[in-house]
């Protein structure tokens, strides 16, 4: 059984009288002591600028960084660690890819292909370079049940020069069928880029068996902390990509009119690197690979199981996207009959229930199922079923707190 709360100091904070109970997971997760403590050892005993001094503390600093960069090498199976640049979040990994790739390789009558689904950092970056480029943006819809059909796959063509999509949708918290996908668009000929923020904590993440061309992913998001996220991409892609960032430690040379740039993955990483962030990921994979991927998706599959079990039984109810467990991580989405979901997130917190409200960063989504806002709970390592039970129980007690009669 994974008894892992004790590491989670945040998970005893009393909120209106009640422990607190965490599931918002998707949007960020909690910290265990060893992340914590990995950036305080960094901060009182390894502190400075790395790659740039000769004496100690820089050294030790670089060592860290350097470290934490293989530690996510193998952490994705990336074949090279200079494949693995650290940047902000998956949003950054994102626009990198968006600006110093699709907007100088695609052109007019080329065609990005995306699902509706979309969080809007894998979404919003790719309309500008269709407006900039004058390619094409076009939606695979998904079915009710947010399935990918055979008419979505066939607008993967030979005119298709991206296909980027979420490796777990954010909103669905469905598992995409990722290598079905990749092989259909290498077919067209399309190079693809996978949103992994939703996947990389939860499920192993394969970069060379997916084959897949980037793979981006945010640190906070799996125990790690705000501030460092990924950019995978393939070397010889990464080589023949302008830099997005310039300034200090990304170049080779400068000149007063020219310069030429540093090798990967410094490239991509200009300025001061975020050491602490870097030091907090490798903790946080030590931390996820000490448990291992099949013990958390086994926790998070009977957690899920759960509660989609509690939620079918209320009538008035309305879960998005598929209930089958299988096929689902541990993020769930519904709305309540009559009930905005600000209101249901409000109602929750007073017996100190965290969980998310709004669009989930996927407008196009909400508006194309008819659910502009709607509710999410995300579960994650430390969650229980007695937590999961007591979501389910106060969630009854919603429709009440807001004047119906059942
Ligand atoms: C699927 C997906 N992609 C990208 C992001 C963006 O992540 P970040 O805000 O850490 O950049 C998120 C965040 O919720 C996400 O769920």
Not at 37 to 61: C, F, K, M, T
Not at 73 to 89: D, G, L, P, T, Y
Not at 173 to 182: A, D, N, R, S, V
Not at 361 to 389: K, L
Request: aromatic share 8%; proline share 3%; charged share 20%.
């Amino acid at each position: 059984m994974l008894n892992v709360r004790k590491d989670f100091p945040i998970l005893t904070k009393v909120h209106n009288g009640h422990q607190i109970v965490y599931f918002d997971n998707a949007a960020t997760t909690q910290k265990p002591k060893q992340v914590i403590q990995a950036i305080v050892d960094l901060l009182e005993n390894h502190n400075g600028n790395p790659h740039r001094g000769a004496h100690i503390l820089s050294v030790e600093a670089s060592k860290l960084y350097d470290d934490a960069r293989i530690a996510v090498q193998k952490f994705i199976n990336a074949a090279h660690s200079e494949e693995v640049v650290f940047v902000r979040n998956a949003t950054e990994a994102l626009n990198i890819i968006a600006r110093s790739y699709g907007e100088t390789h695609l052109h007019e009558g080329d065609k990005i292909v995306i699902p509706i689904s979309e969080h809007h950092a894998n979404l919003v970056t790719w309309q500008r370079v269709a407006r900039v480029t004058g390619a094409k943006l076009v939606y695979m819809y998904l079915d009710e049940t947010g399935h990918f059909t055979e008419n979505d796959l066939a607008k993967i063509d030979s005119k298709t020069k991206i296909v980027a999509f979420a490796a777990v949708s954010n909103v669905l918290g469905m598992k995409t069928p990722i290598k079905k996908i990749i092989d259909k668009a290498h077919a067209a000929g399309a190079v693809v880029v996978l949103d992994g923020a939703q996947a990389a904590p939860h499920m192993k993440s394969d970069v060379q068996q997916w084959d897949c061309d980037f793979y981006v992913f945010s640190g906070h998001k799996m125990l790690g902390s705000a501030g460092t996220g990924v950019l995978y991409g393939k070397r010889d892609l990464l080589n023949d990509m302008e830099p997005f960032l310039l300034g200090g430690d990304m170049i080779e040379y400068v000149q007063e009119q020219t310069t030429t740039f540093n090798v990967l993955p410094f490239k991509f990483e200009a300025g001061t690197e975020n050491v602490e962030g870097a030091v907090a990921l490798h903790a946080a994979i030590d931390y996820l690979e000490n448990i291992g991927f099949d013990t958390i998706e086994a926790k998070e599959h009977e957690l899920v199981t759960r509660a989609l079990q509690g939620l079918e039984q209320i009538p008035y109810v309305h879960i998005i996207g598929s209930t089958n467990a299988e096929e689902k991580t541990g993020v769930i989405s519904f709305t309540i009959e009559g009930v905005h979901p600000h209101d249901v997130a409000t109602i929750l917190d007073s017996y100190g229930i965290a969980i998310r409200s709004g669009h989930h960063c996927a407008q196009p989504y909400g508006s194309h199922i008819g659910a502009e806002a709607s509710n999410r709970v995300s579960f994650y390592i430390y969650n229980t079923v007695e937590e999961v039970d007591y979501f389910l129980d106060k969630l009854k007690l919603v429709r009440k707190t807001m004047g119906f009669k059942d």
